[in-house]
């Protein structure tokens, strides 16, 4: 309901007063201020700036944040001057055209406001997020107008009646869907599957006096839920902190096995290298003959991924997985592969490599065959991916995470928000295995069916149900999206002004 009075208020103004863009604006920014409060201390313990440059970063990001209020604005003013605005839609298909159009690093979305109550959330699975933040604005229209007939006591009916007509069938199609997606969960296969949640200081994650003391955590752990009957154990992102060759076949026997008593399957976050060819490594050095030293050489000497390795209960690699979407100035510093010397200028910053391997790690659980599509960190946000791993034969996502960089707020749990979508939209069980949580076992309908607290050390064991087929979504993903808002913005050019008379 607070999502319905927020929209009523936003829509109010559109609709019944002056609205200006300055304020649409201002909106805008006062709502990214409030909703990343903590992201200047991210941008600190995370990239290593000092807090105010961190500052300075964060007003940016407010401020560029704001321009998407500030496009729906101006498109939702133009759009009133055309028959949308007869049945309340020029605000709702304003916001949807800047929330699919507007480039964000964080994807947040009104509609993820809509998880508390699947039988809507599960819409997302025929279009996505965008149409349900649409919709909930189109409730706050016509929220704003039934204040307004009160107030007035002018009674016109079209909003009102237009949104309760198509809010009953799209709620109706939600509860069919609900209830088919439950039934295809409890006939599905089930394998036994364990999170384990260290609960790793964020310090003592990356520091190499601890690695050995790190791993013997999650191990301990391990042994516990193996003795529960755990078929697959998933370990969050980066808890081996060895790097790995990438092309390794097996880790029995090496220093790199993370778990040498075996017994079970083992997903795990970690790091890997490839070498560079050495005509790479000449050319960057030709190209800037002052970084010929020893120790750019040999720190461009590989390639350096952020990775995930599926291991089978004899320690053989069956996959791997790089990060493909890495954090600016947390992972890599942009514009270093143009400018190599940036590197030397911010030797805080990581120097990972974009990864290229896109296939779903494969496991064989007895009779049960599990191929889990591996989202590292920020690509849970990222609806592309899920929809690209399910093409891949996915019958699982498994998110890897530490959110320990955001410390006791609440970017975990917005976090935990925004991904759970993916479950929805790719009709897949969505583990999400985090460092110090939000560690949680999220289903179709984006439903935590078990999650642990931030900052406990813990696990959670559950029998996962492996789904097969694609949803609408994940067939045809955003392209009506794009062509819509191309139209709306095609017709907001177009949009006459209004004659005084009208």
């Known amino acids: 309901m607070a999502a319905i009075l927020s929209a009523a208020a936003f829509a109010w103004p559109v609709r019944h007063g002056a609205p200006t863009l300055l304020s649409f604006f201002l909106s805008g920014f006062v709502f990214t201020a409030i909703a990343f409060y903590w992201l200047p201390d991210t941008i600190t313990f995370f990239g290593g700036f000092p807090y105010p440059v961190a500052l300075l970063f964060f007003g940016l990001f407010c401020v560029v944040s704001a321009l998407q209020f500030l496009v729906c604005g101006w498109l939702a003013v133009r759009l009133e001057r055309t028959m949308l605005a007869g049945v309340g839609l020029a605000l709702p298909l304003a916001w949807f055209a800047a929330e699919v159009l507007y480039p964000r690093m964080f994807p947040w979305a009104m509609g993820h406001a809509m998880s508390a109550?699947?039988?809507?959330?599960?819409?997302?699975?025929?279009?996505?997020?965008?149409?349900?933040?649409?919709?909930?604005?189109?409730?706050?229209?016509?929220?704003?107008?039934?204040?307004?007939?009160?107030?007035?006591?002018?009674?016109?009916?079209?909003?009102?009646?237009?949104?309760?007509?198509?809010?009953?069938?799209?709620?109706?199609?939600?509860?069919?869907?609900?209830?088919?997606?439950?039934?295809?969960?409890?006939?599905?296969?089930?394998?036994?599957?364990?999170?384990?949640?260290?609960?790793?200081?964020?310090?003592?994650?990356?520091?190499?006096?601890?690695l050995d003391v790190n791993i013997a955590r999650y191990q301990a752990i391990t042994r516990e839920v193996v003795a529960q009957g755990a078929e697959l154990v998933v370990w969050p992102e980066s808890v081996s902190n060895y790097w790995t060759p990438e092309t390794l076949a097996s880790v029995r026997g090496t220093t790199y096995d993370p778990f040498p008593m075996g017994e079970v399957a083992l997903l795990y976050g970690g790091l890997s290298f490839r070498e560079r060819d050495p005509e790479e490594v000449e050319e960057v050095l030709r190209a800037n003959p002052q970084l010929r030293t020893k120790r750019f050489i040999e720190q461009f000497r590989y390639h350096r991924f952020n990775s995930a390795f599926g291991l089978d209960a004899d320690g053989k690699v069956v996959g791997r997985y790089h990060k493909r979407i890495l954090m600016p100035f947390g992972e890599y510093v942009p514009l270093s592969g143009v400018f190599p010397v940036l590197k030397q200028m911010l030797p805080q910053t990581g120097d990972f490599t974009v990864g290229d391997v896109r296939e779903p790690i494969p496991f064989s659980l007895g009779d049960i065959p599990v191929t889990a599509a591996v989202l590292i960190c920020y690509e849970d946000l990222i609806p592309a991916l899920a929809r690209e791993a399910v093409e891949l034969g996915a019958n699982v996502l498994v998110n890897l995470t530490n959110d320990a960089w955001y410390g006791d707020t609440a970017a975990p749990y917005q976090h935990h928000l925004l991904a759970l979508w993916r479950a929805i939209e790719a009709k897949r069980y969505l583990l999400r295995a985090t460092n110090t949580g939000y560690t949680a076992i999220v289903n179709p309908l984006g439903e935590n069916e078990g999650d642990l607290p931030l900052f406990k050390e813990g696990f959670l064991l559950q029998e996962i149900p492996l789904l097969e087929g694609r949803t609408f979504y994940s067939r045809i993903g955003e392209v009506p999206h794009w062509l819509l808002s191309a139209g709306l913005l095609g017709i907001g050019l177009l949009a006459r002004k209004r004659s005084p008379h009208e």
């Open 117 to 210: 109550w699947p039988e809507v959330a599960s819409l997302a699975a025929f279009g996505g997020v965008p149409p349900i933040s649409a919709l909930l604005l189109w409730w706050g229209v016509a929220l704003a107008e039934l204040v307004h007939m009160l107030r007035a006591k002018q009674w016109r009916w079209p909003v009102p009646m237009a949104v309760a007509g198509a809010t009953a069938m799209l709620v109706g199609v939600g509860y069919v869907r609900s209830a088919a997606v439950r039934a295809e969960v409890a006939a599905a296969p089930r394998v036994k599957v364990a999170i384990i949640q260290g609960n790793l200081e964020a310090k003592q994650k990356g520091d190499i006096k601890f």
